[in-house]
């Protein structure tokens, strides 16, 4: 794939996939899985260094930043009701956090897994750079924790509002609190296609969930390989 047809590709990939979404309503056509899947098709149907395709989609890269500040409208929106339950809300997420990690090291423990691997996996939840960073610092492998945080939110972003339904939660603010606990960044976009209100908690849970991994992990996992070795 030459550098210049890398951007408009990708941005042609997105819209289509948008345009077939609005048309076809299921949980599979996801505007950030299957643009992905066409653009790694594509690069293994070619033959293309995929460092070509990263230099051409720069441009998107650096805007992400202004995406993820963009998060703070619906925060500010919906700032009177937030307030009134932020305890509540820091108490979810911190316990998403504990279980996110506390199972990640109970099941590692079980299966003896590596603990180099174990570090990769215990920041699946929280989004990519935070993840990289924290995961390095524990002795993981930030390419690793930044694969695995990609699948998890895009599991999060097809299945996650199904699944809140089928387990009988239809509370607007709750829905935007598991989606942005569970599936970060990618959850929190799936969550503001549905509602200001859903956006504003996914956008709110994604933040706080990544300080009280920041906080959490790294003791969680010493104490881990204290308990193990």
Not at 134 to 141: A, F, L, P, R, T
């Amino acid at each position: 794939m030459m550098v210049w047809l890398a951007m408009p590709l990708t941005a042609l990939f997105y819209l289509l996939t948008r345009k077939l979404a609005r048309k076809v309503k299921n949980p599979l056509v996801n505007t950030i899985m299957l643009p992905a899947l066409a653009i790694m098709a594509l690069l293994l149907l070619t033959g293309q260094d995929s460092t070509d395709y990263q230099t051409g989609v720069r441009p998107l890269s650096l805007l992400l930043e202004l995406a993820v500040v963009a998060f703070a409208l619906p925060l500010y929106q919906q700032a009177a009701k937030i307030r009134r339950q932020l305890g509540p809300i820091l108490l979810c997420c911190s316990l998403s956090v504990l279980i996110s990690v506390g199972t990640t090291l109970l099941i590692g423990g079980l299966i003896q897994a590596e603990p180099e691997l174990l570090a990769s996996i215990a920041t699946k939840s929280i989004t990519t750079p935070l993840a990289m960073s924290i995961s390095q610092s524990m002795g993981g492998i930030p390419a690793i924790a930044a694969g695995l945080v990609i699948i998890v939110g895009m599991m999060g972003a097809i299945i996650g509002f199904p699944l809140l339904r089928l387990a009988g939660i239809h509370h607007p603010e709750a829905q935007g609190l598991a989606m942005g606990a569970g599936a970060h960044a990618i959850g929190t976009g799936a969550a503001a296609d549905v509602g200001n209100v859903q956006g504003a908690f996914a956008s709110l849970a994604m933040v706080v969930c990544g300080i009280a991994t920041a906080v959490l992990a790294p003791p969680l996992f010493q104490l881990y390989l204290w308990l193990t070795h």
